[in-house]
DNA sequence: ACAAGTACTTACCTAAAAGTATGTATCATG
DNA sequence: CATGATACATACTTTTAGGTAAGTACTTGT
């Protein structure tokens, strides 16, 4: 029975690496599967949550709203919800989240350079 | 027992986002825990194994050499073995691993800005 | 009474990423 | 003949990101 301390090790680097390497700081905040997709719809303007499900087809309900409510803990994106019914919620960029687009400009240059699908 | 075809759908919307989104592109290139910090090395000149060990101490030497082929599978690292005993191993960047510093440069600076540790 | 519409929520599951522990090849040197 | 030095390799294990399936809340319209 191997003693195995895998965990704190995963965590221990993971912080690590998040609080030491800035690169991978954005990434954590902007570099899952769907963040980029989500925050590429913010760039054109505020939406509500259903333009983003059909702007993005491929994503489930689940793991968009996971999406938003991680992007929202990390300020890159505002939550504005209409007390009516049926709900109204709306979602747009923050200052930071506008401050993606010269980073996301300098990857998808990169990307276009070297993807030769 | 429900019928899981998760892997499938895991799996496409995988390459779906890595082929239709160039922040994905590179982030799957670039973004994994310790591609970084090899990068960081790299960029001030040709490092053998033994110096990225060194210079990364939180690194196992399993993540390391898995990290090494794969930078080196996309084509961002360059690997020269000497035919000596003991092993000589010289990695380097790129011309594509070269043109990520100004991606990382916007990257860092972002972190910079908005990381209030 | 019930369906429609919108934005979620939750319990459960799998595959991929990361880590552990240990072993390998080769030759020079003491 | 065993040890050191260097750069890996491999079998196994855990954590986590992502996915499935199904349900909830609230009100208006029929």
């Given at each position: 029975m191997a003693n195995f301390k895998e965990n704190s090790t995963n965590q221990f680097n993971k912080r690590l690496v998040t609080t030491k390497c800035p690169v991978t700081?954005?990434?954590?905040?902007?570099?899952?599967?769907?963040?980029?997709?989500?925050?590429?719809?913010?760039?054109?303007?505020?939406?509500?949550?259903?333009?983003?499900?059909?702007?993005?087809?491929?994503?489930?309900?689940?793991?968009?709203?996971?999406?938003?409510?991680?992007?929202?803990?990390?300020?890159?994106?505002?939550?504005?919800?209409?007390?009516?019914v049926p709900p109204h919620v709306e979602y747009s960029l923050t200052v930071s989240g506008k401050d993606l687009e010269p980073v996301i400009n300098e990857m998808v240059k990169w990307s276009l350079k070297y993807n030769t699908h």
């Open positions: 700081f954005i990434v954590n905040k902007m570099g899952n599967r769907w963040k980029p997709l989500v925050i590429r719809e913010l760039f054109s303007g505020t939406k509500r949550y259903g333009e983003l499900k059909k702007a993005i087809p491929a994503v489930t309900e689940k793991m968009l709203i996971q999406t938003l409510k991680e992007l929202e803990a990390d300020g890159i994106i505002n939550r504005k919800a209409m007390p009516v």
